[in-house]
T-cell receptor, first 115, second 115 residues
Framework: AQSVTQPDIHITVSEGASLELRCNYS??????LFWYVQSPGQGLQLLLK??????LVQGIKGFEAEFKRSQSSFNLRKPSVHWSDAAEYFC?????????????FGTGTRLLVSP | NAGVTQTPKFRVLKTGQSMTLLCAQD?????MYWYRQDPGMGLRLIHY???????AKGEVPDGYNVSRLKKQNFLLGLESAAPSQTSVYFC??????????????FGDGTRLSIL
Protein backbone atom coordinates (compact mmCIF):
# COMPACT_ATOMS: atom_id res chain seq x y z
CA ALA A 1 0.00 0.00 0.00
CA GLN A 2 1.13 3.52 -0.66
CA SER A 3 1.79 6.20 1.95
CA VAL A 4 2.69 9.88 2.00
CA THR A 5 4.65 11.97 4.47
CA GLN A 6 4.55 15.74 4.65
CA PRO A 7 7.08 16.46 7.39
CA ASP A 8 6.21 20.13 7.87
CA ILE A 9 2.91 20.91 9.61
CA HIS A 10 3.32 24.68 9.29
CA ILE A 11 5.61 26.85 7.21
CA THR A 12 5.86 30.64 7.30
CA VAL A 13 7.31 32.45 4.31
CA SER A 14 7.71 36.14 3.66
CA GLU A 15 5.82 37.53 0.71
CA GLY A 16 8.11 37.49 -2.33
CA ALA A 17 10.35 34.77 -0.94
CA SER A 18 10.70 31.34 -2.48
CA LEU A 19 8.82 28.31 -1.22
CA GLU A 20 9.47 24.60 -1.06
CA LEU A 21 7.02 22.16 0.51
CA ARG A 22 8.26 18.66 1.08
CA CYS A 23 6.53 15.43 0.19
CA ASN A 24 7.90 11.91 0.49
CA TYR A 25 6.00 8.87 -0.65
CA SER A 26 6.20 5.14 -0.33
CA UNK A 27 5.04 2.96 -3.19
CA UNK A 28 6.45 -0.12 -4.89
CA UNK A 29 6.20 1.15 -8.46
CA UNK A 30 6.04 4.50 -10.21
CA UNK A 31 3.10 6.26 -8.64
CA UNK A 32 0.67 8.92 -9.63
CA LEU A 33 1.53 12.04 -7.62
CA PHE A 34 -0.55 15.11 -6.96
CA TRP A 35 -0.46 18.39 -5.13
CA TYR A 36 -3.75 19.92 -4.05
CA VAL A 37 -4.39 23.27 -2.35
CA GLN A 38 -7.21 24.01 0.04
CA SER A 39 -8.19 27.55 0.94
CA PRO A 40 -10.16 28.05 4.16
CA GLY A 41 -13.71 26.75 3.85
CA GLN A 42 -13.10 25.47 0.35
CA GLY A 43 -12.63 22.13 -1.33
CA LEU A 44 -9.39 20.86 -2.78
CA GLN A 45 -8.08 22.33 -5.98
CA LEU A 46 -5.55 20.49 -8.10
CA LEU A 47 -2.25 22.37 -8.49
CA LEU A 48 -0.38 19.82 -10.55
CA LYS A 49 0.06 16.13 -11.19
CA UNK A 50 2.72 13.67 -12.28
CA UNK A 51 1.82 10.55 -14.21
CA UNK A 52 4.86 9.92 -16.39
CA UNK A 53 7.41 11.65 -18.60
CA UNK A 54 9.19 14.85 -17.64
CA UNK A 55 9.96 14.78 -13.94
CA LEU A 56 9.59 18.55 -13.57
CA VAL A 57 5.91 19.34 -13.65
CA GLN A 58 4.40 22.78 -14.07
CA GLY A 59 1.11 23.62 -12.45
CA ILE A 60 -1.29 26.46 -11.97
CA LYS A 61 -0.60 29.66 -10.03
CA GLY A 62 3.14 29.49 -10.78
CA PHE A 63 3.78 26.27 -8.87
CA GLU A 64 6.04 23.45 -9.99
CA ALA A 65 7.08 20.11 -8.53
CA GLU A 66 9.88 17.70 -9.25
CA PHE A 67 9.56 13.94 -9.08
CA LYS A 68 12.77 12.38 -7.76
CA ARG A 69 12.55 8.62 -7.85
CA SER A 70 15.85 8.12 -6.03
CA GLN A 71 14.61 10.17 -3.08
CA SER A 72 10.95 9.10 -3.27
CA SER A 73 10.07 12.77 -3.21
CA PHE A 74 7.72 15.14 -4.99
CA ASN A 75 8.46 18.57 -3.52
CA LEU A 76 6.38 21.59 -4.44
CA ARG A 77 8.11 24.86 -5.26
CA LYS A 78 7.26 28.43 -6.10
CA PRO A 79 9.90 31.12 -6.78
CA SER A 80 7.97 34.05 -5.29
CA VAL A 81 5.12 33.63 -2.85
CA HIS A 82 2.08 35.90 -2.86
CA TRP A 83 -0.16 36.59 0.14
CA SER A 84 -2.98 34.78 -1.68
CA ASP A 85 -0.94 31.55 -1.55
CA ALA A 86 -1.67 31.20 2.16
CA ALA A 87 -3.59 27.92 2.37
CA GLU A 88 -3.16 24.27 3.22
CA TYR A 89 -1.32 22.08 0.76
CA PHE A 90 -1.79 18.35 0.39
CA CYS A 91 0.40 15.88 -1.40
CA UNK A 92 -1.25 12.66 -2.56
CA UNK A 93 -0.08 9.42 -4.09
CA UNK A 94 -2.19 7.12 -6.20
CA UNK A 95 -1.72 3.52 -7.18
CA UNK A 96 -1.57 2.95 -10.91
CA UNK A 97 -4.77 1.51 -12.22
CA UNK A 98 -6.17 3.08 -15.34
CA UNK A 99 -8.81 5.60 -14.44
CA UNK A 100 -9.28 4.58 -10.85
CA UNK A 101 -7.33 6.48 -8.26
CA UNK A 102 -7.29 5.20 -4.74
CA UNK A 103 -5.44 8.18 -3.41
CA UNK A 104 -3.62 8.41 -0.13
CA PHE A 105 -3.18 11.93 1.16
CA GLY A 106 -0.52 13.40 3.37
CA THR A 107 -1.51 15.23 6.52
CA GLY A 108 -1.02 18.60 4.87
CA THR A 109 1.24 21.62 5.30
CA ARG A 110 -0.29 24.93 6.28
CA LEU A 111 1.44 27.85 4.57
CA LEU A 112 1.43 31.21 6.27
CA VAL A 113 2.64 34.26 4.34
CA SER A 114 4.04 37.17 6.29
CA PRO A 115 4.13 40.71 4.89
CA ASN B 1 -20.13 24.38 -15.09
CA ALA B 2 -21.03 23.02 -11.64
CA GLY B 3 -18.52 20.12 -11.35
CA VAL B 4 -19.06 18.37 -8.00
CA THR B 5 -21.87 19.67 -5.79
CA GLN B 6 -22.36 18.63 -2.17
CA THR B 7 -25.55 19.07 -0.19
CA PRO B 8 -25.87 20.31 2.54
CA LYS B 9 -22.89 22.56 3.28
CA PHE B 10 -23.40 22.55 7.04
CA ARG B 11 -25.34 20.36 9.43
CA VAL B 12 -25.60 19.84 13.16
CA LEU B 13 -26.95 16.54 14.44
CA LYS B 14 -27.62 15.00 17.80
CA THR B 15 -26.04 11.69 18.72
CA GLY B 16 -28.13 8.83 17.33
CA GLN B 17 -29.77 10.81 14.56
CA SER B 18 -29.46 9.76 10.96
CA MET B 19 -28.80 11.75 7.83
CA THR B 20 -27.72 11.48 4.21
CA LEU B 21 -25.14 13.60 2.43
CA LEU B 22 -25.66 14.03 -1.27
CA CYS B 23 -22.97 14.36 -3.91
CA ALA B 24 -23.79 15.15 -7.51
CA GLN B 25 -21.41 15.45 -10.45
CA ASP B 26 -22.14 16.62 -13.96
CA UNK B 27 -18.92 15.49 -15.67
CA UNK B 28 -20.09 11.97 -16.56
CA UNK B 29 -17.40 10.54 -14.30
CA UNK B 30 -17.38 6.84 -13.61
CA UNK B 31 -15.68 6.93 -10.22
CA MET B 32 -16.84 8.70 -7.12
CA TYR B 33 -15.37 8.93 -3.63
CA TRP B 34 -16.27 10.06 -0.13
CA TYR B 35 -13.54 11.35 2.19
CA ARG B 36 -13.49 12.75 5.67
CA GLN B 37 -11.03 15.40 6.74
CA ASP B 38 -9.94 15.73 10.33
CA PRO B 39 -7.30 18.06 11.80
CA GLY B 40 -3.80 16.65 11.46
CA MET B 41 -4.97 13.59 9.55
CA GLY B 42 -5.41 14.78 6.00
CA LEU B 43 -8.18 13.18 3.94
CA ARG B 44 -9.18 9.59 4.52
CA LEU B 45 -11.23 7.54 2.10
CA ILE B 46 -14.54 6.30 3.54
CA HIS B 47 -16.17 4.57 0.56
CA TYR B 48 -15.86 4.73 -3.17
CA UNK B 49 -17.69 3.63 -6.29
CA UNK B 50 -16.31 2.49 -9.63
CA UNK B 51 -19.62 2.75 -11.41
CA UNK B 52 -23.37 2.94 -11.12
CA UNK B 53 -24.69 0.30 -8.77
CA UNK B 54 -21.28 -0.53 -7.26
CA UNK B 55 -19.68 0.54 -3.99
CA ALA B 56 -16.62 -0.49 -2.01
CA LYS B 57 -15.08 0.20 1.38
CA GLY B 58 -12.21 2.58 1.80
CA GLU B 59 -9.91 3.18 4.71
CA VAL B 60 -12.48 4.21 7.35
CA PRO B 61 -15.90 2.76 6.38
CA ASP B 62 -17.33 1.89 9.80
CA GLY B 63 -20.51 3.77 10.71
CA TYR B 64 -21.23 4.82 7.13
CA ASN B 65 -23.19 3.44 4.22
CA VAL B 66 -23.26 4.56 0.61
CA SER B 67 -25.33 4.10 -2.50
CA ARG B 68 -24.80 4.85 -6.18
CA LEU B 69 -28.18 4.31 -7.79
CA LYS B 70 -27.50 6.86 -10.51
CA LYS B 71 -24.17 7.50 -12.18
CA GLN B 72 -24.19 11.19 -11.28
CA ASN B 73 -25.08 10.78 -7.60
CA PHE B 74 -23.24 9.26 -4.67
CA LEU B 75 -24.96 9.26 -1.29
CA LEU B 76 -23.26 8.93 2.09
CA GLY B 77 -25.44 7.84 5.00
CA LEU B 78 -24.97 7.95 8.73
CA GLU B 79 -27.53 5.63 10.33
CA SER B 80 -26.78 6.55 13.94
CA ALA B 81 -24.51 9.55 14.21
CA ALA B 82 -21.74 9.56 16.80
CA PRO B 83 -19.57 12.48 18.02
CA SER B 84 -16.54 10.76 16.43
CA GLN B 85 -18.14 11.42 13.06
CA THR B 86 -17.84 15.16 13.51
CA SER B 87 -15.74 16.09 10.50
CA VAL B 88 -15.66 17.78 7.13
CA TYR B 89 -16.80 15.44 4.39
CA PHE B 90 -15.61 15.75 0.81
CA CYS B 91 -16.93 14.09 -2.27
CA UNK B 92 -14.79 13.65 -5.37
CA UNK B 93 -15.16 12.15 -8.81
CA UNK B 94 -12.85 11.08 -11.61
CA UNK B 95 -12.46 9.24 -14.90
CA UNK B 96 -14.38 9.74 -18.03
CA UNK B 97 -14.35 7.14 -20.79
CA UNK B 98 -11.59 8.15 -23.19
CA UNK B 99 -9.85 10.28 -20.55
CA UNK B 100 -8.57 7.80 -18.02
CA UNK B 101 -5.65 9.64 -16.47
CA UNK B 102 -7.53 12.56 -15.04
CA UNK B 103 -7.33 13.76 -11.47
CA UNK B 104 -10.09 13.73 -8.92
CA UNK B 105 -12.38 16.76 -8.79
CA PHE B 106 -13.57 17.76 -5.33
CA GLY B 107 -16.68 19.36 -3.99
CA ASP B 108 -16.58 22.20 -1.47
CA GLY B 109 -17.29 19.94 1.49
CA THR B 110 -19.98 19.37 4.11
CA ARG B 111 -19.18 20.46 7.64
CA LEU B 112 -20.95 18.06 10.00
CA SER B 113 -21.09 18.43 13.77
CA ILE B 114 -22.48 15.72 16.03
CA LEU B 115 -23.47 16.84 19.52
Amino acid sequence: AQSVTQPDIHITVSEGASLELRCNYSYGATPYLFWYVQSPGQGLQLLLKYFSGDTLVQGIKGFEAEFKRSQSSFNLRKPSVHWSDAAEYFCAVGARNTGFQKLVFGTGTRLLVSP
Amino acid sequence: NAGVTQTPKFRVLKTGQSMTLLCAQDMNHEYMYWYRQDPGMGLRLIHYSVGEGTTAKGEVPDGYNVSRLKKQNFLLGLESAAPSQTSVYFCASSYSMGSPNQPQHFGDGTRLSIL
